[in-house]
């Protein structure tokens, strides 16, 4: 996964110049007047074989108000947490100025990856500035010249062994999913290994929702302590936070996530990068929470979050939050459960629980539910199991001939698992409905006890199994030839 830099420093260092030439684009403002940058501004980079996302963030100023500087700060604070890599630049020909040494210590605290670049540190006037730039404790400075391009493969050099390092990390914290089963040919279940969590693999679950559902609080109350900032204000937490548990006995590694709003309201590119960060969590989950406030459930924006999950075949369990002020609880609980059956019918089944993250009730059916989701997840069936069943799906309702062409269903079998996965061999696969499709999916969910889990189905083409198609028949054309050489009677 590509990991993210962000360009940090005073103003009118060149961190826009330098953003502009790692893109290949003249994609930010450059002018030699400060504060120019008031935004974030993302693109995708190249520095030799390394592809990665760079930010040009705003001057970080000391102001501490509403002010714009006050803001632009702020934002560039909020990019620094959520970027993997900080490159803090200096004026090499200015030197060290006091402003420098404030954010030089403010990155040693909230970044675990600090670069230290010397700018406009072409000629000998910038010498003294880079030398003085040890005394900031942020180890050797990278001469660099953005506007000429001189210094980038010290870059390269130090930005390399970091993406490594992330790259080994982010492979380790990813889930194993589209797991490849063995062939049972003889009907048995194969060899599976257990998908039980253990302490060095937990089950690693996201909570994701719109801002202010709950989600900090309800991981707050799992946890038995505030560690995790909550508010009445909707979107306090800004970025994708994993912690390590130990649930009722079960090892998990839960993310909080930034609540992901409609993209029409995303103003911000700080609430972009926030939005970013939480699908990212849905990629790093094996179970997706999908939390929804009791008051407002299913709005537009839940049903994008949940599809999500499905799509990336994810398992989901759906969570309805702040049910302690419900007043109509049994009334509420039904038209709940209809408008999930009616508007997202691909997660049919899965479950649907309440919660109180203020109070905890609940909490045990949110720890068997997420247990039960992920172990269906993992679910395996025979391929005998399938071929029978599919011969009663079959008889019960024969697949359709489209153009006159009967489409014959011939065999099946599950190739994959988490999420499950299966391969129909049959006749002209392109031409079967998405209708029949759907009516098998609902079959194994309802028959082989799969609700809410994302199935995958696959046709295939089994080809034409006659083994003298396409050979020339010799017999009959030699006899014939034999029969026609002149002398010898025809009979």
Same mark, same amino acid.
């Given at each position: 996964?590509?990991?993210?830099?962000?360009?940090?420093?005073?103003?009118?260092?060149?961190?826009?110049?330098?953003?502009?030439?790692?893109?290949?684009?003249?994609?930010?403002?450059?002018?030699?007047?400060?504060?120019?940058? /008031?935004?974030?501004?993302?693109?995708?980079?190249?520095?030799?074989?390394?592809?990665?996302?760079?930010?040009?963030?705003?001057?970080?100023?000391?102001?501490? &108000?509403?002010?714009?500087?006050?803001?632009?700060?702020?934002?560039?604070?909020?990019?620094?947490?959520?970027?993997?890599?900080?490159?803090?630049?200096?004026?090499?020909?200015?030197?060290?100025?006091?402003?420098?040494?404030?954010?030089?210590?403010?990155?040693?605290?909230?970044?675990?990856?600090?670069?230290?670049?010397?700018?406009?540190?072409?000629?000998?006037?910038?010498?003294?500035?880079?030398?003085?730039?040890?005394?900031?404790?942020?180890?050797?400075?990278? /001469?660099?010249?953005?506007?000429?391009?001189?210094?980038?493969?010290?870059?390269?050099?130090?930005?390399?062994?970091?993406?490594?390092?992330?790259?080994?990390?982010?492979?380790?914290?990813?889930?194993?999913?589209?797991?490849?089963?063995?062939?049972? &040919?003889?009907?048995? &279940?194969?060899?599976?290994?257990?998908?039980?969590?253990? *302490?060095?693999?937990?089950?690693?679950?996201?909570?994701?929702?719109?801002? @202010?559902?709950?989600?900090?609080?309800?991981?707050?109350?799992?946890?038995?302590?505030?560690?995790?900032?909550?508010?009445?204000?909707?979107?306090?937490?800004?970025?994708?936070?994993?912690?390590?548990?130990?649930?009722?006995?079960?090892?998990?590694?839960?993310?909080?996530?930034?609540?992901?709003?409609?993209?029409?309201?995303?103003?911000?590119?700080?609430?972009?990068?926030?939005?970013?960060?939480?699908?990212?969590?849905?990629?790093?989950?094996?179970?997706?929470?999908?939390?929804?406030?009791?008051?407002?459930?299913?709005?537009?924006?839940?049903?994008?979050?949940?599809?999500?999950?499905?799509?990336?075949?994810? *398992?989901?369990?759906?969570?309805? @939050?702040?049910?302690?002020?419900?007043?109509?609880?049994?009334?509420?609980?039904?038209?709940?459960?209809?408008?999930?059956?009616?508007?997202?019918?691909?997660?049919?089944?899965?479950?649907?629980?309440?919660?109180? *993250?203020?109070?905890?009730?609940?909490?045990?059916?949110?720890?068997?539910?997420?247990?039960?989701?992920?172990?269906?997840?993992?679910?395996?069936?025979?391929?005998?199991?399938?071929?029978?069943?599919?011969?009663?799906?079959?008889?019960?309702?024969?697949?359709?001939?489209?153009?006159?062409?009967?489409?014959?269903?011939?065999?099946?079998?599950?190739?994959?698992?988490?999420?499950?996965?299966?391969?129909?061999?049959?006749?002209?696969?392109?031409?079967?409905?998405?209708?029949?499709?759907?009516?098998?999916?609902?079959?194994?969910?309802?028959?082989?006890?799969?609700?809410?889990?994302?199935?995958?189905?696959?046709?295939?083409?089994?080809?034409?199994?006659?083994?003298?198609?396409?050979?020339?028949?010799?017999?009959?054309?030699?006899?014939?030839?034999?029969?026609?050489?002149?002398?010898?009677?025809?009979?």
């Amino acid at each position: 996964m590509p990991f993210t830099l962000a360009i940090v420093g005073r103003p009118n260092v060149g961190k826009s110049t330098l953003f502009n030439r790692l893109v290949g684009k003249k994609l930010a403002l450059v002018d030699d007047q400060p504060g120019v940058t /008031r935004d974030l501004r993302e693109g995708e980079a190249r520095l030799g074989d390394l592809r990665f996302t760079v930010i040009d963030t705003a001057g970080l100023e000391e102001a501490t &108000d509403d002010s714009l500087q006050g803001r632009m700060r702020r934002l560039t604070e909020r990019a620094v947490d959520m970027a993997d890599i900080c490159l803090f630049m200096i004026d090499a020909r200015a030197g060290v100025t006091p402003t420098d040494e404030i954010f030089a210590d403010i990155l040693r605290r909230r970044s675990a990856h600090v670069i230290l670049a010397a700018n406009k540190g072409e000629g000998s006037a910038a010498d003294a500035g880079v030398i003085e730039a040890y005394s900031l404790g942020l180890g050797e400075p990278i /001469r660099l010249s953005a506007e000429h391009g001189e210094g980038l493969n010290d870059l390269y050099t130090q930005l390399a062994p970091i993406a490594d390092a992330l790259a080994e990390q982010a492979a380790a914290d990813a889930p194993e999913t589209d797991v490849d089963l063995p062939e049972d &040919d003889d009907g048995n &279940d194969g060899d599976i290994p257990d998908h039980a969590p253990t *302490a060095s693999r937990p089950l690693q679950v996201a909570v994701v929702g719109r801002p @202010n559902a709950g989600k900090s609080t309800l991981i707050n109350r799992i946890l038995g302590e505030d560690r995790l900032l909550t508010g009445p204000e909707a979107g306090i937490t800004r970025d994708a936070i994993s912690l390590n548990i130990d649930w009722a006995g079960t090892p998990m590694r839960i993310f909080d996530t930034a609540g992901m709003r409609k993209k029409a309201r995303v103003q911000e590119k700080l609430e972009k990068l926030s939005v970013s960060d939480g699908l990212r969590a849905v990629k790093f989950a094996e179970v997706v929470v999908v939390l929804l406030d009791a008051a407002i459930p299913f709005e537009q924006q839940d049903l994008r979050i949940a599809d999500l999950a499905e799509r990336e075949g994810r *398992a989901v369990v759906v969570a309805v @939050n702040k049910w302690d002020v419900e007043p109509e609880k049994q009334e509420k609980l039904r038209d709940l459960k209809e408008a999930f059956e009616r508007l997202l019918p691909q997660l049919r089944g899965a479950p649907l629980v309440t919660v109180s *993250a203020k109070t905890g009730r609940g909490l045990d059916r949110l720890h068997a539910a997420i247990l039960r989701a992920h172990d269906i997840w993992n679910r395996r069936v025979s391929t005998a199991h399938l071929n029978r069943w599919l011969t009663g799906m079959l008889e019960q309702h024969p697949p359709p001939a489209p153009q006159g062409k009967r489409i014959k269903l011939r065999y099946m079998t599950q190739a994959k698992t988490r999420p499950p996965g299966f391969v129909v061999m049959c006749s002209h696969p392109d031409k079967m409905p998405d209708s029949y499709k759907r009516y098998l999916v609902n079959g194994l969910r309802e028959d082989f006890d799969m609700p809410g889990t994302p199935i995958r189905l696959t046709l295939r083409s089994q080809g034409d199994k006659n083994p003298y198609k396409g050979r020339k028949s010799s017999g009959p054309s030699k006899l014939r030839k034999h029969l026609d050489k002149p002398g010898k009677p025809r009979r």
